[in-house]
């Protein structure tokens, strides 16, 4: 089976931190794909990025499923921009590694903290998590106070601090598995697994299990209602990609 | 004072209905001035059009800052889309039509319906009341199953539809207000009022008013934290106007 | 317009405070009138004294149903002991300064504080903020542990314990709005706004700029069902003004 | 043990009603005594009602706590108006018979409904169920549409709807335990539990209940913060039986 | 009236405070019968060991429903295990200690906090207010860190540890009464109420009470959906007493 | 890998229903090992039958875990029956399939429904909805009201009664997706998947995939508090194989 991955940013460092992780925990037979947009913000760390952000998803989007055979697309930013529109674009599972990581710890513990970047995406990230309904399931959200760009610079003080925040989560808020709240983080859960003695889940590879999963069961975006395709409509000032066919 | 509405699809005819609704209802020494974006869909009902919409929305509102002295910005579509990017981008208020009409229906009547377009809006709408945590005073949302454009073209079909919703929502789910779940129905809620007997609330006149009182008491959005001004960062293929200054 | 502004307690030195404060936030063609009960308990700090000053509210507001042309009421205790009673008996908008905060605040912050007098009015707030179902907006409720009168004798006291509380609700709360949690800080908004870096909301102003909006649109309490007025039926013991016509 | 039931509306014959049925339901050692204050409506059917009637109620209670040795007080109207100011008064159990029915109903059933009078009642009943916290066990809430005047003065009429609405709410509602939503109705349970098939709660006889445990277990209302004495202060025009002492 | 206590686990020493307990709190012409079953854990601290503990109090239920003629059960550990079958096998009122001591509470208090063994029952008690519906009322669940038999063992060391974390929960947490929240620490009510100012609820006495009290009034459990008597069914390798005739 | 599907009731023909669908769903290179227990009850339809069933549920995991290598387990009753004890016992996913079918449903639908046996588990299959902590997303819980057996005995009339229950769920209850919520109708998402268009979940292949997902990764279950080994301690009157070493 083929799955895209979308690192919605234009961070190529990151996309490729993005790929690795996925290739390694994808199964043999699973051909990974990712790439992140021509255009856009480097990263995304408010409302407004995301929004920019989004832009260029969708052409990448649009053009995959014009160009490609794509059995399940994931979208590999903690914040899930855009996720429900992706699905309107297509049948094909669209999983968000903030939703993955979520639904897949509710496996292994009775309550997750998120670890995540600055402060200013705490509330947006409280707001994901409600939105999925899982927030009873909720221990708290933790910021590192480090940029994406700071973490990307300096991975060990990036896992130094999700260290000292995790074991604050764990002792603290009452979390018994821990979700890497940025997918600049993805491929730290196992060493921060080991220094801390819980779960910790990677939503780039949760994700990426959970579509493999949802491929073989042949299971599809219900099409019924919220995520029918889109109407067909006049769209102004884009390219021709954009529109609905 | 000086109050920008902004009506993020690009349906002309629609944008004019705002314009006019505002006008009316704002005090003489307001100065309403409404627009709508260059590029992007006529109409919004599904998340797509709303992400498409709101990069139309954000080019506006930045050249606007740039170029004008705006007291207070309302988005006049009932989705809120975008809503808290453009808290980002201003310290100037700015207000959703749907937040708006929700919190005004809240001091008139212990509960509220949203009579909306067609049914894939009514999950949407329904995480928007969640969001704004304000889902414990909805009675219901109900759909008219007219698409905007329907609507836009036979005012009497959408106003008799309006008139049938409402009056389930009011008899069969309690609601004791309702709300125009479309910029589209802007105007209409004295007619449905006196119809049905209970407060009607349009969006758009809602909105105008918490602005104004707003600036009268020089409030101003919060940007200690989530709605901060974005970090400056490379934003590749955009307009140079998307940059944070 | 004239906006009739009811102080429920006896404490005339509070009603001019909340006077001056509704004065200068209206509008110049705005009458303000402000009254408080002759009879009932010069402070509302329990459920106790919110009843028997309702009494006296209740005789004012039906005296002034009697007398005067109002249109629209504000209750300036924040508690908004008896609004819905009063919602009975006119069709008028009736604002309570609580609510008005509370739903000002969110057009400004994702989460509000409310800082107030004694402890022992946290469950009773915590309990009106659930009964206006806007419990997933709150950050926090801090108590100053300053009687309202305490508050009224030492000015500079209480303006500093609001300071103290309202940077601890900012800084370990996540409130990004603070809400004034009693009538007798009317005014302190400015002062304390420029100290802490967030909107601080003052009830009598917020339910001020609501009421004028209101009257605007020409919007009046739903009589549908709950706040319908009361049945006429023996009231033993009253003085005849009590009784419904 | 001597426990005081308190009608807070001066209809004698309901006062009457629930005499006979606290009576009945007490144990042979209980001294039950049952008053109704000499001031106030003839029944509670809304807001403004319920805050005459209880000035009356605080009356009694102030009288009594001077003059007699009471166990435990109940306060026998179904929607416990001023409930949390009589528990400032004294550290005596003072029982609600709404929140009786409803905790009494929880160890017999998973849900339940309350049967009550007219439907404007109906929002501020579902307002207590969620003050009390206990909303996720309320299967519905059902109005007979007759007044507490109309119940009394046609008793048959008045089981008759009772026992309509009861089956609705078991059939449709998905109710395994009815609750009786008004004190003219103290009695009718056995009745209704017959027709039904599922237990049936009159909230004055389970008031009494859970006033004789407490009593028995020595239990005193906690006096640590919110149901504190209130503090002394001037209340003006009241008569001196107002003041605290 | 006879009511029989079942203590889950095979501790006979806490069998005996428990059943001290019932007795003391009794009214006179109340009998308790006290037992344990003879097979099973010696304390109930995890999922695991409440599982393993149900057997033995079906197989001594089973019994009694044939031997014996009990008005009501009281199922004697803080976790309230297998509570709703015990329910389905009679209609006689069953009583939970956790849910008798949690609804008691809620007549004295507005919030109210679990002290209780080691933390690993944290999150199962959690789950069990929730599942209650009492979520809103807790204010929190606080550990000593003792095991039920380091409990048993050091009787002045548990209340000490008790005294400690109710004082946090009251002062911090802002819990207005506590609940004992482990049978073993049944009779420390009174000692811990008068060191601590707060009410303290003992859910081996308050079950009695509700127990007396549903007996009074002739209340039985609901069979007409979710409590009806289990189908009689093939059940294979158990003794015969645990099917149903 | 390996991984044992527990079918917790003695019903040997659903057994290998559960097999097969297990095994269709299965990567090739997943070995499956599909029991039930020697002892209990024939079908599980309520917390009776649940309590029974899940003594030989422990007695099969206790074995497996002496005996063989199993990477993870899954439970397969809708109802999860004991999950949590058995996350007790191992470190390896143990997944049930009830949740399994609810996460699942999340990645494709904003809301689903769950259509079960007969009416009785209905609360139950709400109140574990609840634990889940994933009810925001709960459409409705539809009954067939046909019992296990009935429906094993006449599949064709079972899958009718889904198919009227769903399309219901679907056009009145605003499901997007369905949930099979019996393993007795293992194998049947696909065919009423096509009838009805929307996804249906089969729990038992869900947590397949899960479980799969899980051990790929090398994630186990968290260890640090709720779901800990249980204590060595005494117990009494069972089979050693129920000892914890």
Known sequence: MKIKVINPNTFVLMTEGIAESARRAARPE????????????ISIE????????????????KKSLKEEEIDAYILACYGD???????????KPVIGIAEASMFTACFLAPKFSIITVIP??????EQLV????????????R????????????LE?????????GKLAVEQDGAEALLLGCSGMAGFDEELEEKLGVPVIDGVTAALKIAEGLVDLKKKTSKINTYAKPDQK???GFDPIFNIE
């Open 30 to 41: 699973t051909e990974i794909i990712t790439v992140n947009p021509q255009k856009g913000p």
């Open 46 to 61: 408010c409302f407004y990025d995301g929004h920019l952000a989004f832009v260029g998803v969708i052409e990448e989007v």
């Open 81 to 91: 921009p855009g996720l429900e529109a992706l699905r309107e674009l297509t049948d």
């Open 120 to 125: 200013r995406v705490i509330v947006p990230l």
């Open 130 to 141: 409600k939105k999925y309904g899982i927030y009873e399931r909720l221990a708290s959200i």
């Open 143 to 154: 910021s590192t106070r480090l940029s994406v760009v700071e973490f990307a610079s300096d």
């Open 157 to 165: 003080a990036g896992k130094e601090a999700l260290a000292v925040e």
């Open 234 to 236: 006049l769209i102004e």
